[in-house]
């Protein structure tokens, strides 16, 4: 079954990573490439879930050279693949190859959720290699001083209440049926009882049930993460603040946050449960860029992607955001907005 509605091709893959390159007839009007990044967390898809529910179709339409990394679904083979194998390992191959492959210097991330978190870590370190950085729904600051101590998975993720290391040496892997339950506790008046009601009151409307079962199957569509990775995210991240801190290493390197200096673009979602906007409002006060900016959206964590309003409001407007900051491709005229 095919996984996203903008056509796609296989262009570079390492161990279980593949990046997809999206095609178009239009030609390609900016030099810069741009590489979305996801989560390690369920499939890449949401970003490109169906025709008027896509985030790749925006930047594809709009003349960008577009990528996106699908990390692959782990085995038990991989549950020592840390923050390290990612960030210094997997990520700089990829950029490389893009930037190699449109002969760019630099290109463009767009990290969502997890994704985002690593993708500020992957740009700090590796500052050349990015040219912009647009973090969206990206937890960076997880302190006990700030508001996001209300939220669910904070709690949860305590080391009072989750004893992080007997998690990971008993189950390798995060399993997805553990990650999934969790999602689907942090509203279960919503999940369990109002969505289905919803449904059944919405039958006869088509459009409706088709795209709730196309978000269905995206929120089923479940995967393990690494075990390590999950280890170290929950302990150095949700229990330790490190990144904030400035004393996150990611393996001999200190992630410093103040490296970044390519222009920024942060995106929050103002109803997010998965990742509260305090969580993501510090970042751009941490890195050293002057050109910064924060966009605090009316939306849920998965509606800041495929929600109407995002699709008709938020994602032009980034689009134009990154126009103005890209390379135009040889023989396009200048007439960015």
Request: proline share 6%; hydrophobic share 40%.
């Amino acid at each position: 079954m095919k996984k996203g509605a903008t056509p796609s091709e296989v262009v570079y893959e390492e161990d279980r990573l593949k990046l997809l390159h999206y095609t178009c007839d239009a030609p390609v009007r900016y030099r810069t490439p741009l590489v979305f990044v996801f989560a390690l967390v369920n499939r890449p898809y949401i970003l490109d879930l169906k025709d008027g529910k896509s985030v790749v179709q925006h930047f594809v339409k709009a003349g960008f050279d577009t990528y996106l990394v699908d990390w692959g679904i782990p085995t038990e083979a991989d549950r020592y693949l840390a923050l390290d194998d990612y960030i210094n390992a997997y990520m700089p191959n990829v950029i490389k190859h893009v930037c190699q492959r449109t002969g760019s210097e630099s290109a463009s991330v767009l990290g969502y959720c997890m994704g985002g978190t690593m993708s500020a870590m992957f740009t700090a370190l590796h500052q050349h290699l990015v040219k912009n950085l647009i973090l969206m729904a990206a937890g960076v600051d997880f302190g006990d001083d700030a508001d996001q101590r209300t939220g669910l998975l904070q709690r949860w993720t305590s080391p009072e209440v989750l004893d992080i290391d007997r998690f990971v040496d008993a189950f390798g892997n995060a399993p997805p049926q553990f990650l999934q339950a969790s999602f689907l506790m942090l509203k279960p008046v919503q999940n369990f009882l109002e969505k289905p009601i919803g449904l059944f009151e919405r039958l006869d409307d088509d459009a409706y049930v088709e795209d709730f079962l196309a978000m269905e199957g995206w929120l089923n569509d479940n995967i393990p993460v690494p075990g390590e990775v999950f280890r170290e995210f929950v302990k150095y991240l949700y229990q330790q603040n490190l990144l904030v801190k400035g004393k996150l290493r990611v393996g001999k390197q200190l992630v410093n946050l103040k490296n970044i200096i390519c222009p920024v673009l942060n995106l929050m979602a103002q109803k997010d449960d998965l990742v509260p906007c305090s969580q993501s409002a510090p970042f751009n006060d941490l890195v050293g860029a002057s050109d910064r900016r924060t966009i605090r959206f009316p939306a849920g964590h998965i509606g800041l992607a495929v929600g109407s309003k995002a699709q008709s409001e938020l994602w032009p407007a980034a689009c134009e955001w990154l126009a103005a900051r890209s390379e135009l491709a040889e023989g396009q005229l200048e007439d960015r907005p």
